[in-house]
């Protein structure tokens, strides 16, 4: 897979990605991510990548041109599956999304910055909008590093244990249940026995009932879920 981030301020992103897994997975070879700094493409002798809003009221709005000229110049070498734009009216982001966007080979990710992008960049480039969550960020960087990490930890061969991303929380609609290591006893406190019995399929069964038991108090909303989708 290849990730081309499209960014204002590429030094927010630099550490994110260059750490554990998805440093890991750009290593392996599995996923090739390309940072690409907004005013290396600015014709302006400033540099400048804002200009003040049409109409008036605060805030700065991202310029066309050198989006469009960074994105055109991506397309000539790459065909792209999504270009993605990060904003926080676009739609919330979740596991389903993640699952979809792991399935594709190139993406780009726009994110977006002071008071979004000039519309016309939306209208023309954009295919997809992703909201990380109903609070607003700085900017749009912070979220263009969860979708990549979530995205990423999903390509075949990032995890070692290969079974790892199908018991995650929210894979199955249901949260993840209590985990244990060693020692077998802390502080007075001791491990739930059935863990430590060998008896791998009541394992499994303690492990699913403590998982339903969480959703359920937890998550109502996703318990129910889980429920439509067992019925049906
Ligand atoms: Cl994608 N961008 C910004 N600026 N704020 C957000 C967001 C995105 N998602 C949630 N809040």
Known sequence: MRIDIITGLPSLLESPLNDSIVKRSQTKGIVEIHLHDLRDYSTDKHKNIDDYAFGGGAGMVMSAEPIATCIDALSENCAYDEVIYTTPDGDTFN???????????????????????????????????????????????????????????????????????????????????????????????????????????AIETWRMDKAMERTKERRPDLWEKFNQQSES
């Open 95 to 201: 596991q389903r999304t993640a699952n979809r966007l792991s399935t594709f080979k190139n993406l780009i990710i726009l994110c977006g910055h002071y008071k979004g992008v000039d519309q016309r960049i939306r209208d023309k480039y954009i295919t997809r909008e992703i909201s990380i969550g109903d609070y607003v960020l700085s900017g749009g960087e912070l979220a263009a590093a969860v979708i990549t990490d979530a995205v990423v930890r999903l390509l075949p061969g990032v995890l070692n244990d290969e079974t790892s991303a199908l018991t995650d929380t929210f894979q199955d609609d249901l949260l993840a249940p209590p985990v244990y290591t060693r020692p077998a006893e802390w502080r007075g406190m001791e491990v739930p026995p059935i863990l430590i019995s060998g008896n791998g399929p």
